[in-house]
């Protein structure tokens, strides 16, 4: 008998893609492409006591094709991220080699709005990201809009690598690799008091 319970930040944040899924996340982003919206939970029992809970907030594309990352959510830092519409059309741009995002700017604000409120109404500090990464527009001297810059030196914030899924994945990968050597140090660490007691 599998007796493994998730821990208390991987337990917050399945319960908060949950929520979000019967909630926030029914309603649609219409375009010539029609999305919606997921948040992603924990793929394992553990986010090693919160260094690995953040949870991206993406639109899907219902016909198939990579996702959009718009958003996260951080339940052990009680902080969520969403991008404005030109940081996500810039993003979008920039990866498809010229594509427009293909949704018009209103819909994706209203979207945002109730993302918005979704994430206030779960005790989340919100900041809005309104300026894209140095990288997609580096600032011009002089420039009165810039981006946060307590973004970069913030653990398990979003960075440039997660603007657009599968480009975060060998942070992921890492991460991955470095559970499973943790969860295969437990079970050795089992089977050898298990053998011992014996």
């Known amino acids: 008998m599998d007796q493994s319970?998730?821990?208390m930040f991987a337990s917050k944040a399945v319960a908060l893609a949950d929520v979000f899924k019967y909630t926030v996340g029914k309603n649609r982003l219409e375009g010539s492409v029609n999305y919606t919206l997921q948040m992603a939970a924990p793929e394992g029992e553990s986010t090693g006591g919160g260094l690995a809970a953040m949870q991206h907030i993406?639109?899907?594309p219902e016909g198939g094709g990579p996702s959009v990352v718009i958003g996260s959510a951080n339940q052990a830092t009680g902080r969520a991220e969403l991008?404005?519409?030109?940081?996500v059309?810039?993003?979008?741009?920039?990866?498809?080699k010229g594509t427009a995002f293909p949704t018009v700017q209103w819909k994706y604000d209203d979207l945002l709005k109730k993302l918005r409120a979704f994430l206030d109404?779960?005790?989340?500090?919100?900041?809005?990201i309104d300026a894209p990464h140095p990288a997609v527009?580096?600032?011009?001297?002089?420039?009165?809009?810039?981006r946060p810059a307590a973004r970069s030196a913030k653990p398990g914030s979003a960075t440039e690598d997660d603007d657009l899924l599968p480009a975060g994945r060998p942070?992921?990968?890492?991460?991955?690799?470095?559970?499973l050597l943790i969860t295969a140090a437990g079970v050795a660490a089992f089977f050898l008091m298990r053998k011992l007691a014996h």
């Not at 991008?83 to 940081?87: E, M, Q």
């Not at 109404?121 to 809005?128: A, F, I, K, R, S």
Request: net charge positive; glycine share 4%; aromatic share 8%.
């Open 137 to 146: 527009a580096p600032a011009t001297h002089g420039s009165a809009v810039a």
């Open 89 to 96: 059309a810039e993003a979008y741009r920039r990866r498809f």
């Open 121 to 128: 109404g779960q005790n989340l500090q919100v900041t809005v």
């Open 83 to 87: 991008r404005t519409y030109a940081v």
């Open 5 to 7: 319970k998730p821990t």
């Open 58 to 60: 993406a639109l899907v």
């Open 171 to 179: 942070r992921k990968l890492l991460w991955l690799v470095l559970v």
